[in-house]
């Protein structure tokens, strides 16, 4: 079945660090990728998407490029700021599981001063 | 356009009880997915409901229920509660094909303690 996996947090960054967070996954189909975040007592937001190989999904400062040959959507961003501590899961969307999202155990992020 | 709302946001309840959560989708969305969020199993799809129609259902036992109304707004329901339905229970929405591209928009969750 579909599954996908993210790195182990927490993330601790100083703020203007680079950021990556390492997310593969494993479809029967040809799936759509997609990064939420969700902050402290709140739903997930999307925060970029990708639906193809090869395209880059971008918001906010933070990029994701879906690889099809390495089956990975890894989350990069230049410069963290202390609003970007949040938990973000990569997830995918597959038309196998009835199109339902499959998430990682997500990436806890702490950024500080 | 208004977001995806859920209600209620906290709950208690104890053993044995039952409970309906409620969601309504964004105006327009034909389609509201359900999940559990809990710390041990992470985020897990319960549902999805499709135009009053049950369209896709996740690994969960059979005291976890759903129906969706005309107006598309979606109740949730678990009925005989154990300790570990604690969780958060996120409601999602999307326009409605089954279409693998679309983005499905989260609500602020439902928070259950059963004690």
Known sequence: GDSVTQMEGPVTLSEEAFLTINCTYTATGYPSLFWYVQYPGEGLQLLLKATKADDKGSNKGFEATYRKETTSFHLEKGSVQVSDSAVYFCALSDIGGGNKLTFGTGTQLKVEL | ?115
Request: charged share 15%.
């Open chain 2, 1 to 115: 356009k208004a977001g995806v709302t859920q209600t209620p946001r906290y709950l208690i309840k104890t053993r044995g009880q039952q409970v309906t959560l409620s969601c309504s989708p964004i105006s327009g969305h034909r389609s509201v997915s359900w999940y559990q969020q809990t710390p041990g199993q992470g985020l897990q799809f319960l549902f999805e409901y499709f135009s009053e129609t049950q369209r896709n259902k996740g690994n969960f036992p059979g005291r976890f229920s759903g129906r969706q109304f005309s107006n598309s707004r979606s109740e949730m329901n678990v009925s005989t509660l154990e300790l570990g339905d604690s969780a958060l229970y996120l409601c999602a929405s999307r326009p409605g094909g089954a279409i693998r591209t679309d983005t499905q928009y989260f609500g602020p969750g439902t928070r259950l303690t059963v004690l």
